[in-house]
């Protein structure tokens, strides 16, 4: 039921058939333990990174496979219902770091960070969120002072996926002349991580704040033009939304195939529970909402390949995928009963992972501001 459309190429068959033979033989067999563990999960993306997924999207002349955004969307995909915590890490880390160092980074900051961030030696986080600064991001109160030879930076970032495991932070700070983007590698002075957020899902994909006291960022560490970094971080989040919503697609996917083959093998009052009007309604309802969101998903994908503007598509693709998988996950616990409650068969987990989905990458209540908006323009 993944993704079966004649309309993928030869070669976009055989990359999602290779990623979902590593999702099934390396990262389903983990997920459990390490979302009971909260262990970061470093053989997984090592596993992936052999394969190119850290890099899906960026060139290969900088260390990545180019993919294009249909085929990366339906990676995610598998990658999410195998397990959603490494999808998201992978997500940020091929997300919104090298989409900015290869759009507005130098020659020598693509060789020097975005390489290893590509081939997977290294890992990216992207630090945007405060304390006090999130859906209105343009509130962030992280300096960023002019100093000889470059900044030094000060503030709090919240909600940062991998802080403490990612060797480079792309930060947001305000500047004399605006918002702007540093790299900061990890084992810069004044940089320090907070306590390990304990979080109702994706408990291996962990998050820290990360915190700046005094941290000097070298002018050449500067990432495009001071001033320009939130509309630099602004032009990469449509791609990012559709990436959610790709983990929302394979999150409820997942959930959607225990479902039924529970239905398929429980027995009540003498038949199969799949026969019952009550289930076999609702798997049919759970059916028709992946099959929807997921041609969403592909429809704002398609698009981005076409170099359109997909502001609206992929606003909506997050919105209804994302809630999408709330509903599947919730709906897949029911079918299970007692047994959906359980750890055993892996939905409570898909439910716990789905929420957050309606919240990260721009609240549910943020895309339809989008949308609306979008509407008019």
Known sequence: MAWETPELTPEQRLVLETARRVAEEVLWPLAPEYDRTGEYPWPQLRALAELGFLGM???????GVGLDSVTWALVLEEIAAADPSVAVIVSVTSGLPQYLLFHYGTDEQRRRYLLPLARGEWIGAFCLTEPESGSDAASLRTRAERVRGGYLLSGV????????????????????KGISAFLVEKDTPGLSFGALEEKMGLHAAQTREVRLEGVFVPEENLLGEEGKGLRYALSGLDSGRVGVAAQAVGIARAAFEIAKRYADERVQFGQKIRTFQGVGFRLADMHVRIQAARALVLEAARKKDRKERFTLEASTAKLFASETAVEVTRW???ILGGYGYSREYRVERYYRDAKVTEIYEGTSEIQRLIIARELYS
């Open 157 to 176: 970032k919240s909600w940062i996926t991998s802080a403490g495991q990612a060797q480079l932070y792309v930060v947001m700070a305000r500047t004399e």
């Open 57 to 63: 999207t960026t060139p290969e002349e900088w260390g």
């Open 332 to 334: 897949a616990v029911q």
